[in-house]
T-cell receptor, first 112, second 113 residues
Framework: QKEVEQNSGPLSVPEGAIASLNCTYSDRGSQSFFWYRQYSGKSPELIMFIYSNGDKEDGRFTAQLNKASQYVSLLIRDSQPSDSATYLCAVNLLSSASKIIFGSGTRLSIRP | DADVTQTPRNRITKTGKRIMLECSQTKGHDRMYWYRQDPGLGLRLIYYSFDVKDINKGEISDGYSVSRQAQAKFSLSLESAIPNQTALYFC????????????FGEGSRLTVL
């Protein structure tokens, strides 16, 4: 079992709709969770981080964390064509505070 | 200038050759990382380092070695390159207020023929 799992997609969402991206992790004691966005040919960039159970909102983005179920999700409201990218979930493992493991990424496509 | 600089950006080499990818940073971060990216596999951790004297294996360290020459420099070596090491390699740093926030270089594309 991979430590961090995501559906690879592609996920196709109409412009203006909500895009929902999911991630599960295996290390129950993990404390920190991140969503990175990667445009084709570019480096990943951090868009959201969450440490506590519940929701965290930043503009059109909402990160949701459920430690009991070991999943973290990212919601993108009012999806725009510029949101088309690969979204990478990353987890900071409890076993090492600096060991950061990524999922395989979900490719998101926003159709006009 | 970029905060995290990788050289070379592109490299084509032959099977069995030794290759070194270099990373330098001006962010003053202690933690540095090397990841490999293959299509559909996301980013896989090769090695990471807390400081000059602390180096740790990641998920896929076999066939790779690293050197932390200074706080700002972290090099990745392939002693004898093989075709399945063809990939995009990213260096990243961490050390800001948000533990776990990574700052990436622009990537080094390596092709092993």
């Amino acid at each position: 079992q991979k430590e961090v799992e995501q559906n690879s997609g592609p996920l196709s969402v109409p412009e203006g709709a909500i895009a929902s991206l999911n991630c599960t992790y295996s290390d129950r004691g993990s404390q920190s969770f991140f969503w990175y966005r990667q445009y084709s040919g570019k480096s990943p960039e951090l868009i959201m981080f969450i440490y506590s159970n519940g929701d965290k909102e930043d503009g059109r983005f909402t990160a949701q964390l459920n430690k009991a179920s070991q999943y973290v999700s990212l919601l993108i409201r009012d999806s725009q064509p510029s949101d088309s990218a690969t979204y990478l979930c990353a987890v900071n493992l409890l076993s090492s505070a600096s060991k950061i493991i990524f999922g395989s990424g979900t490719r998101l496509s926003i159709r006009p | 200038d970029a905060d995290v600089t990788q050289t070379p950006r592109n490299r084509i080499t032959k099977t069995g050759k030794r290759i070194m990818l270099e990373c330098s940073q001006t962010k003053g971060h202690d933690r540095m990382y090397w990841y490999r990216q293959d299509p559909g596999l996301g980013l896989r951790l090769i090695y990471y380092s807390f400081d000059v004297k602390d180096i740790n294996k990641g998920e896929i360290s076999d066939g790779y070695s690293v050197s932390r020459q200074a706080q700002a420099k972290f090099s990745l070596s392939l002693e004898s390159a093989i075709p399945n090491q063809t990939a995009l390699y990213f260096c990243a740093t961490s050390g800001g207020v948000r533990t776990g926030e990574l700052f990436f270089g622009e990537g080094s594309r390596l092709t092993v023929l």
